[in-house]
Structure formats: structure tokens, C-alpha cells
């Protein structure tokens, strides 16, 4: 599976190593391309998942910069209750908003 955004794959993992919660595909930390992933300070905190981290995709190449703003989102340390309601440990796992098209 692939997260692309743009003409950058984001993400690409094995079907079998993304975890589904409420729709969205999860990808594992060590699939991603950490050099177009950028911190954002947008707040959320989820009444079951916990706190999360959104993500701004950025890439520059010359003169041309383009971004997408909490493009992506990842609950960094999940409570223990949430990793058992989804019955696979996603800390640190990456979903994607609609800027990013995930695909087979």
C-alpha cells in the first residue's frame, strides 16, 4: 500500500503491517519518508486514542516549496485501553487526510 501526495510516495508498506481504526490506514513509523514530514503545532487530543501529532508535508526544489498543511496524524503514545481496543499497538503510526491518496 502507498501514501502519495503530489508525485512524492509518502508512505509504502505491505498491506498486512497497516492498522485500520475508524476508516483510516495507519501506517507503521519505518514506512514513511521522514524528509517531507514536519511537525505542526495544530492541537488535538482524542477521548480515546489520546493526544495526537499532526503532520505538514513540505517539499522545496529550487525556488518552487509546497506544503500541505496536517496532511497527517499520529498518536505518539496511545493509552494502553486504545491499543487494546484496536487490538494492535499504533504508536507513532501515520494516517493521512484528504490531500494524500492511499492506494494498492
Known amino acids: 500500500m502507498r501514501a502519495l501526495w503530489r508525485d512524492h510516495v509518502v508512505a509504502e ?3 498486512d503491517r497497516i492498522v485500520m481504526i475508524e476508516g483510516n490506514r495507519y501506517f507503521p513509523p519505518d514506512t514513511l519518508d521522514r524528509s517531507l514530514f514536519h511537525a505542526s503545532p495544530t492541537p488535538y487530543t482524542c477521548h480515546w486514542k489520546g493526544e495526537a501529532q499532526y503532520w505538514t508535508l513540505r517539499h ?3 525556488d518552487v516549496h509546497d ?3 496536517d496532511a497527517a496524524w499520529s498518536y505518539p503514545t496511545p493509552p494502553h485501553s486504545a491499543i487494546d ?5 499504533f504508536s507513532g ?3 493521512f487526510g484528504e490531500d494524500v491518496r492511499v492506494v494498492a
Open 13 to 15: 508498506s505491505p498491506d
Open 60 to 62: 522545496s526544489q529550487g
Open 67 to 69: 506544503e500541505a498543511v
Open 85 to 89: 481496543r484496536v487490538g494492535a499497538d
Open 93 to 95: 503510526y501515520v494516517a
